[in-house]
């Protein structure tokens, strides 16, 4: 899918919305962990083999901005030890509880004092990178990580569908909803393609894809996860967006064939660098 759909609502987006007040209640916290979808084990894998070309021994992960703990669970199964960071108390609180070498912690990106200096093989934010003060976190990235250590940028776009009438349904609703989003949303849209890495040498990744089969109500559980979706709620109490949503998603489908369940995209970015060994 081209990419360059999603630019065009970039400029939407305003520089008013208060980020610490994102993901902070219980019950978006909760949705959040229930409805976002889960990075691909494609992308786990690029990015440690990348970690490998310079790090053999995989013994530490940092995780920021880990939300519910999404991509810190799948970095697990590699490193010695994950340590999955995020500013909100409920999302930490939403984590899992039971993975032995997974640690969540509540803190800000540009200040861990829980992490010594040169530890880290890899220092990671799955979309995350966007609402945090770039220049003052990637200063403590430099400090985190060891010579050879990898920083890596990754998430996804908006989903989309390839049912006609279920994307028209999709770019209304963006339509609506991304003026309520904060400015910084602006870089997921542009897949950070603007953004200049701190090591020489950075590689980026657009071809991995998340495809997922949804039902309306998944959608539905999903668009209810994302802040720009509560924004526009809470500006529109008397409005039933969901509902309307609902009903234009069920009508598509019912249209189109597709029947109950139909397949969404959401394309990945990724950006890696090698911290110099020297």
């Given at each position: 899918m081209d990419t360059s759909y999603f630019s065009e609502y970039a400029h939407l987006s305003p520089g008013n919305a208060d980020k610490s007040k994102m993901f902070l209640g219980t019950d978006l916290s909760k949705s959040y962990a229930d409805s976002r979808p889960v990075y691909t084990a494609e992308l786990f894998k690029t990015v440690v083999d990348y970690c490998l070309e310079t790090r053999p021994s995989l013994d530490l992960a940092v995780d920021m901005g880990c939300g519910s703990g999404a991509s810190t669970i799948g970095f697990a199964r590699y490193f010695n030890k994950v340590i999955g960071v995020d500013i909100s108390e409920t999302q930490i609180a939403c984590a899992p509880k039971d993975i032995p070498n997974c640690e969540f912690k509540v803190g800000h990106?540009?200040?861990?004092?829980?992490?010594?200096?040169?530890?880290?093989?890899?220092?990671?934010?799955?979309?995350?990178?966007?609402?945090?003060?770039?220049?003052?976190?990637?200063?403590?990235?430099?400090?985190?990580?060891?010579?050879?250590?990898?920083?890596?940028?990754?998430?996804?776009?908006?989903?989309?569908?390839?049912?006609?009438?279920?994307?028209?349904?999709?770019?209304?609703?963006?339509?609506?909803?991304?003026?309520?989003?904060?400015?910084?949303?602006?870089?997921?849209?542009?897949?950070?393609?603007?953004?200049?890495?701190?090591?020489?040498?950075?590689?980026?990744?657009?071809?991995?894809?998340?495809?997922?089969?949804?039902?309306?109500?998944?959608?539905?559980?999903?668009?209810?996860?994302?802040?720009?979706?509560?924004?526009y709620l809470e500006t529109h109490p008397h409005e039933d967006l969901l509902g309307e949503i609902t009903q234009e998603l069920t009508q598509a489908l019912e249209t189109s064939g597709a029947g109950d369940v139909y397949t969404i995209t959401f394309n990945i970015y990724l950006l890696m660098a090698h911290k110099p060994a020297n």
């Open positions: 990106s540009d200040k861990l004092p829980f992490i010594q200096s040169g530890t880290a093989d890899l220092f990671c934010f799955g979309t995350s990178f966007h609402w945090v003060p770039q220049a003052e976190t990637l200063a403590e990235v430099d400090r985190v990580l060891r010579p050879g250590g990898i920083i890596a940028i990754f998430g996804y776009d908006v989903p989309s569908s390839s049912i006609q009438a279920v994307q028209a349904c999709f770019q209304r609703l963006w339509k609506k909803v991304f003026p309520f989003a904060a400015k910084e949303t602006a870089q997921v849209m542009e897949r950070f393609r603007g953004l200049k890495m701190p090591y020489p040498g950075a590689i980026r990744n657009d071809d991995i894809k998340l495809k997922l089969d949804y039902t309306v109500q998944d959608t539905i559980n999903f668009l209810k996860s994302t802040r720009s979706t509560q924004a």
